[in-house]
Every structure is written in structure tokens, then in C-alpha cells.
């Protein structure tokens, strides 16, 4: 498959470089003193999956790579909007661009721009950053990527194309990645989200690791608080779980051997990065009010990171 990684960073360029190692002609798009060093020296990956270096072309200019199969957009979702009107470039009427993105907007804004048909939303479950320009670390996760063509709510999913089915393939065949297709993208989003609310909200406002999380009451019946609100807020929107995203959620973290990880919203706090809180806790607390669903939980996380998301944005 031909590939563009916009937003080659710790999500994008672990599962570039992994699709890159099995022979896909994967282009990085990078900017700054990491794409000075994927430039350079290539990119290494520093694995729990296992270490690897792979030397990609890299450009900080989508209208130089040519026309690609895929985009992987993994851009953090504040430079979705400007990073997605230097698309067209790369995409053909048969191309596709996949969002790993947290959050639950990106899809409309990339709809909005390069046409529904081409978007597919997508979720992944990993912990994985830039460790400094041209390296890339992953310490966790199951690295898998759950992904759909995606549609309009209320229209029926489109039927899965071949070039997903690459895609899959492609996965399964990489080392260190997998991947699966869901039949509802819009509870596949939602359903990640939350996660994330809870799992970034918390790690974030306590800066403790989940682990702490899990073991302090209070804090654990606050983390399920905040799933709960969201999964309202997700059925107000006309999302249908075929399943309760609290207990599968809860089951699966109180089993999980993930004591120490906390999330990439915390990683970004902590290290005085511009953090998601608008696409995640602030995006909630609109759906919220949207639909006139109280989400006192979400509201609270919303405001407390405020004043240090704002600090790390200037
Ligand atoms: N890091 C993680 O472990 C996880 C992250 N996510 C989500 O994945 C998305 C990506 O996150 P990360 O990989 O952590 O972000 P990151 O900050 O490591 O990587 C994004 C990269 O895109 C680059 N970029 C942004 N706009 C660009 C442009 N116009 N041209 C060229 N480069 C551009 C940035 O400079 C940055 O290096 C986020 O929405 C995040 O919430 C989801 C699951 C886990
Ligand atoms: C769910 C989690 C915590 C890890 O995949 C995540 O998405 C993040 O850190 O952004």
C-alpha cells in the first residue's frame, strides 16, 4: 500500500514505521527538529514490541508526496482543521484517510473537507511518544487500531471496501500492531471516548497512574462517574452500544496489568504540551449541553485542567 503518515508522531510514526517494515511505501509527514532528524537519521522505535530503525522519505510538505492509497492522520485533533486543507494533494476519489485521533469531532471537520466517503473513523489503544527528534516509544498498549469507513449517523455503514480489507491485512501481517473493523464506527468512537475522558480526566487531574486511580475508592467510583456521563451523553447523540462501555471499560482496567500508565493527556500536562481538553472534556461538555445532559463530572475535569491547558498553550 502507498501511505502517508500525516503527523508523524508517537502514534503515527509507531504504526508507519511498522507498516513501513513490511515493505508499504510509507511518507512521514513531520515537522520541526523531528523531521530535521527523521531526515537525518531515520526513524528509530523503541518498543515493549520490540526496537526497530527504519530510514523513510519525510517532508513537512503534503503537496510533495504524491497521490497515496492511504492517510494515516494522526495529528493531535487541535491541528486537525488546518492540517486537513493541505489533503487534497495526496488523495485520489478512491483514496482514504483514517483518524487514530482521540476525540469524537475529527471526522466531521476531515468529512467536511475531503468528502464523508473518503474518511474512516478509527481508535487506537496505545501508549506511545516522540522520546526526542527521530526517536519514538512505545511503552504499552495493545498497539491495535480499530477502524470503519465512516458515515453520518444516521445513514447505514457503508459495506467494507477492498482497500480496508488491505488495510487489515496489512495490519495482521505487521509485527508489534494489530487491527480490527468495527460494524459501527459512531460506538466505536464513543466508546473510546469514555475511556479516555475517564482515563485522561483522571491520570490528568490527580497526576497519579491509573494504578493509584484504581486503588482509591473515591477516586475509581469518580473514574466510573465519568464513563457514565459520557455513554448519556453518547445515547442522546443516537449512538448504540451493542454493549454497556462502563462494565466492559471497568472489567477490562481492573484486570489489566496497566499500573503504571497514565495517558497521552497527562504526558502532555506534564510536559508543558499543548493538551487535547477541548476535543476531549471540552467537546463532552458541549455534546452535554447540546442535548441538555447533565454531565456534572466531565464538567468539573473540564474546568479543573483549564487554567493549565490554557498555560500550555501559550
Ligand atoms: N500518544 C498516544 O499514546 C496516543 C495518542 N492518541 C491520539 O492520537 C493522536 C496523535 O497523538 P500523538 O501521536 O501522541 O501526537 P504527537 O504530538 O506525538 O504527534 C503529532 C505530530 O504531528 C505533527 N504535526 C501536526 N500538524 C502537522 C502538520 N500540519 N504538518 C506536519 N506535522 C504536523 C506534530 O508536530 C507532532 O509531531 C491524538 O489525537 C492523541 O489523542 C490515541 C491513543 C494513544
Ligand atoms: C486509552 C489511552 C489512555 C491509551 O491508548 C489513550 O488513548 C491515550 O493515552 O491517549
Redesign the pocket.
Known amino acids: 500500500m502507498e501511505i502517508a503518515v500525516?503527523?508523524?508522531?508517537?502514534?503515527?510514526a509507531y504504526y508507519g514505521g511498522r507498516l513501513a517494515e513490511q515493505g508499504h511505501d510509507v511518507t512521514l509527514?513531520?515537522?520541526?527538529e523531528?523531521?530535521d532528524a527523521l531526515r537525518s537519521d531515520g526513524l528509530t522505535v523503541e518498543s515493549v514490541a520490540g526496537d526497530f530503525a527504519v530510514d523513510l522519505p519525510a517532508t513537512?510538505d503534503?503537496t510533495a508526496v504524491g497521490e497515496v492509497d492511504l492517510v494515516l492522520f494522526?495529528?493531535?485533533?487541535f491541528?486537525t482543521a488546518?492540517?486537513a486543507a493541505?489533503l487534497d494533494a495526496m488523495l485520489r476519489p478512491d483514496s482514504a484517510v483514517l483518524s487514530?485521533?482521540?476525540?469524537v469531532d475529527?471526522e466531521d471537520v476531515l468529512a467536511d473537507v475531503v468528502g464523508t466517503e473518503r474518511v474512516w473513523g478509527g481508535?487506537?489503544?496505545?501508549?506511545?511518544?516522540?522520546k526526542e527528534p527521530g526517536v519514538v516509544e512505545h511503552t504499552g498498549?495493545p498497539a491495535e487500531i480499530v477502524f470503519a469507513e465512516y458515515h453520518d449517523i444516521d445513514d447505514p455503514a457503508p459495506e467494507r471496501s477492498a482497500l480496508a480489507d488491505a488495510l487489515l491485512g496489512a495490519c495482521e501481517a505487521a509485527t508489534g500492531m494489530s487491527a480490527d473493523y468495527t460494524e459501527d464506527v459512531h460506538a466505536t468512537l464513543w466508546d473510546k471516548f469514555a475511556l479516555?475522558c475517564a482515563q485522561a480526566g483522571l491520570t490528568a487531574t490527580t497526576r497519579h497512574p491509573f494504578g493509584d486511580i484504581r486503588a482509591t475508592e473515591e477516586t475509581w467510583a469518580l473514574y466510573r462517574r465519568v464513563m457514565e456521563e459520557v455513554v448519556a451523553i453518547a445515547h442522546a447523540e443516537g449512538v448504540r452500544f451493542g454493549w454497556d462501555p462502563v462494565t466492559k471499560w471497568l472489567d477490562a482496567m481492573e484486570s489489566m496489568d496497566n499500573e503504571e500508565n497514565y495517558s497521552?493527556?497527562h504526558?502532555d500536562l506534564t510536559h508543558g504540551?499543548r493538551m487535547?481538553l477541548d476535543?476531549l472534556h471540552g467537546s463532552a461538555v458541549r455534546h452535554a449541553r447540546e442535548h441538555g445532559v447533565d454531565a456534572p463530572a466531565v464538567e468539573t475535569i473540564d474546568a479543573i485542567l483549564r487554567p493549565q491547558a490554557d498555560a500550555n498553550e501559550s
Not at 500525516?6 to 503515527?12: F, I, L, S
Not at 494522526?74 to 485533533?77: I, M, Q, T, Y
Request: hydrophobic share 35%; net charge negative.
Open positions: 500525516y503527523g508523524a508522531g508517537g502514534v503515527g509527514i513531520a515537522r520541526g523531528h523531521l513537512d503534503p494522526c495529528v493531535k485533533s491541528d488546518d492540517a493541505a487514530l485521533q482521540n476525540g475529527n481508535v487506537t489503544y496505545i501508549f506511545s511518544t516522540i498498549g479516555i497521552s493527556l504526558y504540551k487535547e476535543a
